[in-house]
């Protein structure tokens, strides 16, 4: 079948600009506005909200310029510094497409006085909206909007005079198709996977869970030796594995636990510091090869709260490492591997004015990972600087461990040219989900089918 159709929104290559003289600047004459000290020590920050999305909060560098400085130039089109994304599907375009309001993006700019963008004493300098095209989008790559724009209060928009505090920001629309796989039951269940596009869903995966044998060599893997001991023997969860099987039967990929999740000495609990580990694997001639490897643990002090790290691999070769996050395992959360929003990056994007150019590589942009909705349930994976060009790689979602989870998993196309790269992705999504039950307390039963094929829980 076809992909689904997507929408990708990117904000990115973020700069506020004060007058270098506030005194002449009608932005510092009212009471209300920032200060210069607020402002010089680079506090400021965005709020980017779309429609129902969680607002995404950022940090942003300050430039100042003198009233005899011409006018500057825009960097390019091309979004260097992502600073937030938001994701539509069909159905979602649809709905904004109802009524004006709803595509329309809005960027705030705020100071602040304290460490943290909470902090009570934060002031609004200014807000910038833009109406998106997304239908548009559907087909072709649209910019909404690319360089400097005065920021007001009242009026939104205006046209630049010289005297107010400017906002740079690039806006782009692009279309991003994704095959959309869904589970039909959960993973330890052994379900099919399904193809889905829109209404329409098609079998094209099979799932088979089970105990691998420790001593099973057709993997040509190590798992790392433990303290023998009846209590050892009881509190360990070890050689789960679930193959992913296209509908002639043949093997296509594979997630593989081959670092047991125990727990910590003296606690109930996977730590960070010993996580449990999978292989996700593609079959090469009669072997296997990693193709990701997965790690999770469960966070300290925090008792439902799942931390999680992933390698993608190449040749063997860890190319692109994630940045440690978090999933409730109560309310369940989002997975997402994604070369273009992190939660940790550094990136490189270059403004010119009439003084040179001034740089803004060496700012480490450190994005809150909170956001409004406080859930706390979605991360995304901070790839390597060399990787960010992947864009969107994959997704999926996980239910909490008291739910039924059938997850849902989204894949970009252009990482998708044979069924094995499909197949590792719904393999890796499989690991996410078996993972929740994996970090669960060891003072809780795992449940019934996972019981059945594990002697090693607490009964």
Same mark, same amino acid.
């Given at each position: 079948m076809d992909p689904c159709s997507f929408v990708r929104i990117i904000v990115g290559n973020l700069a506020v600009r004060f007058p270098r003289s506030p005194s002449s600047s009608s932005w510092s004459s009212s009471s209300s506005g920032p200060s210069v000290s607020d402002v010089s020590s680079g506090n400021c920050y965005c709020k980017i909200k779309f429609k129902s999305f969680p607002r995404q909060i950022v940090s942003v560098p300050v430039l100042l310029r003198t009233e005899s400085e011409s006018e500057s130039r825009c960097c390019s089109g091309n979004v260097s510094t992502v *600073? $937030?994304?938001?994701?539509?599907?069909?159905?979602?375009? =649809?709905?904004? @497409?109802?009524?004006?309001?709803w595509s329309v993006?809005?960027?705030?700019?705020?100071?602040?006085?304290?460490?943290?963008? *909470? $902090?009570?004493?934060?002031?609004?300098?200014?807000?910038? =909206?833009?109406? @998106?095209?997304?239908?548009?989008?559907?087909?072709?790559?649209?910019?909404a909007h690319n360089g400097w724009v005065d920021l007001g209060t009242k009026s939104k928009n205006k046209k630049k005079s010289g005297s107010d505090p400017e906002l740079h920001v690039s806006v782009r629309v692009e279309p991003d198709?994704?095959?959309?796989?869904?589970?039909?039951?959960?993973?330890?269940?052994?379900?099919?996977?399904?193809q889905v596009q829109g209404n329409t869903k098609q079998a094209v995966f099979t799932c088979k869970f089970g105990f691998r044998n420790s001593g099973d060599r057709n993997l040509s893997l190590s798992l790392s030796s433990l303290t023998s001991g009846k209590e050892q023997f009881l509190k360990e969860r070890k050689g789960w594995s679930i193959t992913i099987h296209d509908l002639s039967g043949s093997p296509v990929a594979m997630?593989?636990?081959?670092?047991?999740?125990?727990?910590?000495?003296?606690?109930?609990?996977?730590?960070?510091?010993n996580p449990g580990a999978w292989l996700i694997l593609r079959p090469d001639g009669y072997t296997w090869k990693p193709w990701g490897r997965l790690?999770?643990?469960?966070?300290?002090?925090?008792?439902?709260?799942?931390?999680y790290r992933f390698e993608l691999y190449r040749d063997g070769i860890a190319i692109a490492v994630s940045a440690s996050s978090s999933i409730s395992t109560k309310l369940g959360g989002?997975?997402?591997?994604?070369?273009?929003?992190?939660?940790?990056?550094?990136?490189t994007a270059s403004l010119s004015s009439s003084e040179g150019s001034f740089d803004l590589s060496s700012w480490s942009s450190i994005r809150s990972s909170r956001t409004d909705s406080g859930s706390g349930s979605d991360f995304r994976f901070s790839l390597s600087q060399a990787q960010q060009n992947l864009g969107f790689v994959m997704s999926t979602r996980v239910e909490g461990v008291e739910k039924q989870s059938k997850p849902k998993v989204e894949v970009g196309v252009k990482h998708v040219t044979c069924r094995e790269d499909a197949a590792a992705h719904v393999a890796l999504a499989a690991a996410v989900d078996l993972s929740m039950d994996a970090c669960r307390l060891f003072s809780h039963k795992l449940r019934k089918e996972l019981r059945q094929l594990s002697r090693i829980d607490v009964v």
């Open positions: *600073a $937030a994304c938001f994701s539509l599907s069909k159905s979602q375009i =649809e709905t904004s @497409l109802k009524k004006p309001k993006l809005s960027v705030e700019v705020y100071s602040r006085g304290g460490a943290s963008c *909470a $902090a009570s004493g934060e002031k609004l300098i200014g807000r910038f =909206e833009v109406t @998106l095209d997304l239908k548009a989008a559907e087909t072709k790559t649209c910019f198709p994704r095959f959309v796989f869904q589970f039909d039951g959960e993973p330890e269940c052994s379900p099919q996977v399904f997630a593989s636990m081959v670092t047991p999740f125990v727990p910590s000495p003296g606690s109930n609990r996977v730590s960070r510091s790690q999770a643990w469960r966070e300290p002090g925090v008792s439902d709260v799942l931390g989002s997975f997402s591997i994604d070369g273009s929003t992190a939660t940790t990056t550094t990136r």
